[in-house]
Every structure is written in structure tokens, then in C-alpha cells.
T-cell receptor, first 116, second 112 residues
Framework: DTGVSQNPRHKITKRGQNVTFRCDPISEHNRLYWYRQTLGQGPEFLTY????????KSRLLSDRFSAERPKGSFSTLEIQRTEQGDSAMYLC??????????????FGPGTRLLVL | GENVEQHPSTLSVQEGDSAVIKCTYS??????FPWYKQELGKRPQLIID?????GEKKDQRIAVTLNKTAKHFSLHITETQPEDSAVYFCAASLYNFNKFYFGSGTKLNVKP
């Protein structure tokens, strides 16, 4: 499968614990996005990487959230001291440099987080 | 920041009828507008997109129209089929594609 992959697919944790999710984008894509989606809502932008540089971060993202893309390939999203309100689907998407239709984002299957 | 509103939240049509979903955006600098289809339990998938230098784009039974002056864009599905049933999301992005703002989604139900 050469699409975007995410691991784990499901995560159940207790409030206060830290969790880390991984996203592996399509190999030739240099752009990577993280979104959060709650039931009945559209994806909410969290952060964006171009290669290894984190160029955008949502103001809605608290200090408990951090993301990295150390070598410009896979990315990790960490949530520290999880709260019940963090329960959601976390989606990753990747794309090429814009132009000639390459701005299309391809989404991964998501990681569903449940905080008890 | 950008604000994208989408209507209606649910839409039920008879197979063969047309369906129209509308979105408005607030930032006049937005210039790229994709539409995604998300089936239950699956990832969003791009179905059509439009840039601000184009007023309309068509791909078989799907079309998107854009009115830059009014800051709204619409998805049109003709000859709907039961397999069109899904949640559809509109989105808007600025010229640098660094951020995408999504609407809240429209659940389309096509009745056979």
C-alpha cells in the first residue's frame, strides 16, 4: 500500500497519560498536515510541515500538543496529559508542492483516540 | 482566520435527482477550494477542486461552481446514485496551501 498510513489505528488511554501517534506520508510528498475530527464535524487543522519544518500551527493547539517531522519523512503527534476533550479522530494528510494538481491532499485512515 | 460554513447539514434526495451543497468562506485571499467525500469509517477523499481563477469545473456527474465576489462555492451532483451517499466536506485554502479550513459537512442520503 503506497498511501498515507497511520499508527496506531485506535488508542484508549486514561486521562493524564501521554500518547504519541505516527504518520507515514506518501513517499514523494514533502507536505504533511495533521487534523483533528470529532463526530459530525469537518477536519480541524492542527499543524503543517513542509519537509522537516513546521510552518503552521493552529492557535487552537494547546501547549500539550507537539508534532515533529525529524527527517522530512514520517511525523509524530504527541499529546501530553490527555484530557477527555482530546477524544477524537486524528487524521494525517500529505501532498506534493502545489501546482498542476499536486496540491491534492491524501488522507490517512486516522487514529481514533479515546480518553477515559 | 478563515471561516467556512456549509449547508445543508443533511440532504436526502431520490435516486436520479440532483443534489446541491453550498459553502461560504470569509477570507477573500482564499483561492483553492476542494471537496471531499467521506464514507462511514473511511478517510476523506478528494472528489473535485477548483481554483479562484476558474468559475466552474465539471467531472462527469460532479461539478463545482465558484462565486468569488459573493465568496461562496457549491457542489452539484447530478443523476445521484445510492453509492453517492456519504458525508461531503468543502474546504478553503490560501494561495500557499499551508492551511486548510473545512466546513462542518453535509450528510447526503440517496434513496433508491
Amino acid at each position: 500500500d503506497t498511501g498515507v498510513s497511520q499508527n496506531p489505528r485506535h488508542k484508549i488511554t486514561k486521562r493524564g497519560q501521554n500518547v504519541t501517534f505516527r504518520c507515514d506520508p506518501i513517499s514523494e510528498h514533502n507536505r504533511l498536515y495533521w487534523y483533528r475530527q470529532t463526530l459530525g464535524q469537518g477536519p480541524e487543522f492542527l499543524t503543517y510541515f513542509q519537509n522537516e519544518a513546521q510552518l503552521e500551527k493552529s492557535r487552537l493547539l494547546s501547549d500539550r500538543f507537539s508534532a515533529e517531522r525529524p527527517k522530512g519523512s514520517f511525523s509524530t503527534l504527541e499529546i501530553q496529559r490527555t484530557e477527555q476533550g482530546d477524544s477524537a479522530m486524528y487524521l494525517c494528510a500529505s501532498s506534493s508542492a502545489p501546482g498542476q494538481g499536486k496540491e491534492t491532499q491524501y488522507f490517512g485512515p486516522g487514529t481514533r483516540l479515546l480518553v477515559l | 482566520g478563515e471561516n467556512v460554513e456549509q449547508h445543508p447539514s443533511t440532504l436526502s434526495v431520490q435516486e436520479g435527482d440532483s443534489a446541491v451543497i453550498k459553502c461560504t468562506y470569509s477570507d477573500s485571499a482564499s483561492n483553492y477550494f476542494p471537496w471531499y467525500k467521506q464514507e462511514l469509517g473511511k478517510r476523506p477523499q478528494l472528489i473535485i477542486d477548483i481554483r479562484s481563477n476558474v468559475g466552474e469545473k465539471k467531472d462527469q456527474r460532479i461539478a463545482v461552481t465558484l462565486n468569488k465576489t459573493a465568496k461562496h462555492f457549491s457542489l452539484h451532483i447530478t443523476e445521484t446514485q445510492p453509492e453517492d451517499s456519504a458525508v461531503y466536506f468543502c474546504a478553503a485554502s490560501l494561495y500557499n496551501f499551508n492551511k486548510f479550513y473545512f466546513g462542518s459537512g453535509t450528510k447526503l442520503n440517496v434513496k433508491p
